[in-house]
């Protein structure tokens, strides 16, 4: 029997997707709170407001980061969501899990909370919706003592690390995404509980340019995986993709009829930088002009393949703010080597310069892509320590001024004002 | 010449409990002792967190730090709005 009234809500059933109006509806079977994020979503439709507020001082001992507070600013209509605190769980590299374990959670989760879930958030973690204050310490413990499962990031801390399945299941990943991930949150774990900058910061982990976990949009240490050397063409399968032989895209797009595979259409003339011909049935690229868009592999993944020679590139500064609007990370470093022999040392160097210099610069509440916006890409670039190439300009200068360094002034800026006098009697 | 660790400590609660705003983000720290690393000072206020000196207060993107007296969580705040009139 319906707690309250929700017409508005009802329309979201009608349609032929699955509803989460009906999993609600569904879960307040046995957990009756559930009628009260229904009627308090109804009456937000109604109001076009949200009547949560979130934050506040909800955590659990240890941690500073993890539980993100949340409360109803309607307590007296809605007493089932008067207090309804979301608990991040860090999320395994790839998102690998055996069903025993999301077993376990979801029967925790019933236990303590309101038993909604909500797989993955845009961070990664596993999302656990809606629990009081008092459940958060019992919740914490049987997680970790029962599950040996850790809490994510929230807050100005590190959030969870998140990566593609990368070369556990994908043949174009550069380097081992689940490895890199894994060791870096095993290695920041201070950073990921407990809060160390000025605003989020957020790793993600891609193993080629198809970014799959959207590193390039959502965080501000993208590694995107790419290679140095040449595309490996293998020549057969390109005749074979011309011949009609092999499905392009992998048969991706075969529920519909889109006639006969043009490599001239589908492949050179889509390239971006105008890199790629036919000579007689022979393809021929220019690697020197490739900037690794991945399309060619993709359409033609029988014949193409990345380099043999294969690391990361790194971008920076991906931010999403209401204000400024969405920004992608800027490509910083070319090309890093990725080495698990070292334990990764290559990388761990990067992004400590960065905190090192974000932490004492950026302002508060500033993603580190807005404190390089504030001081300018060249700025940056130096504090990396980092040659400029063409590939970072974004566009042709429109400030007619050029700033020199003292050092890179023969003799430099420093004069004897008197001498200059001398010479220039007034 | 960089503070010790205690004269840290001591400075970083004195400025939480004096600042006019009871909650401080981590840099508003870093001015109790300009000559001391971010990360220390990162690493100090967390500390001070463990003691019971300071505790966390989170918006769920931003965390800032403050002196337990000073701040009271929701649940307690509706609780003295309930009890307002009585």
Redesign the interface.
Known sequence: MPKHDTPLLDELEKGPWPSFVSDLKRQAETKPECWDILGQLELSYKDRITHW???????VF?Y??G???R?SDV?KQFPGV??FH?VRLAQPSGMYYATNKLRGICDLWEKYGSGMTNMHGSTGDAVLLGTT?ENLEPLFYDLTHIENQDLGG????LRTPSCCLGKSRCEWSCYDTQALCHHLTMHYQ?EIH???????FKFKFSGCPNDCVAAIARSDFAVIGTWKDDIRIDQAAVKGYVNGEFPSNGGAHSDKDWGAFDIQKEVIGLCPTECMWMEGDELKIDNSECTRCMHCINVMPRALRPGVEQGATICVGAKAPILDGAQFATMTIPFLEINADNEFEEVVEQIEKI??WW??V????ERVGETIQRVGLPTFLKIMEVEPIPQHVKEPRSNPYVFWQDEEVPGGFERDVREFRKRHAQ | MALSKEELKAAMIEKATKAPKPQL????F?KCDPDT???MI?NVA?EL??EGEL?????????MY?RPDR?K???AR?DAEEHKND
Do not use: C, L, Q
């Open positions: 507020k979130h934050g506040g001082i909800v955590g240890g500073g980061g539980i993100v507070g409360y307590p008067a207090h979301t204050t929230s807050g100005s801390n201070d407990r809060p160390a900058f000025p605003y989020k905190w090192d932490m004492e950026g302002k508060n509440r | 983000y981590v840099k508003d870093y690393k971010p990360r990162k967390n967190v463990k505790m966390f207060w989170s918006s769920g993107s931003t965390t403050a701040i969580n929701e649940e509706d």
